[in-house]
């Protein structure tokens, strides 16, 4: 089935690290995907990893696959209040490009 | 700028009056899609294209239409649209046929009286 669940809500303080966790179902999917949603904003990729791939650092981000358990993760390095916003997961299913996305996490940054 | 635009960005319409939502992009991108946004349904794609002239129903096409008769522009088109329809619509775009890395424009919020 199609399916991929987080938790609604993360807080953390100001250059603390963050981390958002994400399973999904699908084993065949090709490609897990990070989104960034300000308020009033479209969704911006943050990144993205192969299903192949463990792990992917981009300056900040770190994402970690384990496609044993179906798992993702998204670490975020020294959390700044403009990290604040709604983090969605998302898979791809390789046939026609739908992205399946989770309900998406509400990351709160505490000055 | 590389970038994916939709207008209008936002919209109060009646029920039963056409209305289309334009989407650009200029990356020279081959696939394009659309998706509607729903509190506690999350996001969900409704059409999408993977070249010209070819487009095909995603998971919830009923009431919409699409059509792709050039590279960069992937309107959407509600023919009589019901209060159901109200929601934030987003338009994405991807350099690959098969739709990996999608690019978002920054939504369209739709309200039908």
């Known amino acids: 089935g199609e399916d991929v669940e987080q938790s609604l809500f993360l807080s953390v303080r100001e250059g603390d690290s963050s981390v958002i966790n994400c399973t999904y179902t699908?084993?065949?999917?090709?490609?897990l995907y990070w989104y960034k949603q300000e308020p009033g904003a479209g969704l911006q990729l943050l990144t993205y990893i192969f299903s192949n791939m463990d792990m992917k650092q981009d300056q900040r981000l770190t994402v970690l696959l384990n496609k044993k358990d179906k798992h993702l993760s998204l670490r975020i390095a020294d959390t700044q209040t403009g990290d604040s916003a709604i983090y969605f997961c998302?898979?791809?299913?390789?046939?026609?490009?739908?992205?399946?996305f989770g309900q998406g996490t509400t990351l709160q940054v505490k000055p | 700028e590389a970038q994916v635009t939709q207008n209008p960005r936002y919209l109060i319409t009646v029920t039963g009056k056409k209305l289309t939502v334009t989407c650009s992009q200029n990356?020279?991108?081959?696939?394009m899609s659309w998706y509607r946004q729903d509190p506690g349904l999350g996001l969900r794609q409704i059409y999408y294209s993977m070249n010209v002239e070819v487009t095909d129903k995603g998971d919830v096409p009923e009431g919409y239409k699409v059509s792709r008769k050039e590279k960069r522009n992937f309107p959407l088109i509600l023919e009589s649209p019901s209060p159901n329809q109200t929601s934030l619509y987003f338009c994405a775009s991807s350099p690959d046929r098969q739709g990996y890395e999608q690019y978002f424009g920054p939504g369209t919020r739709l309200t039908v009286t």
């Open positions: 990356m020279n991108h081959e696939y």
């Open positions: 998302a898979e791809s299913k390789s046939n026609t490009g739908k992205l399946i």
């Open positions: 699908d084993s065949s999917s090709t490609y």
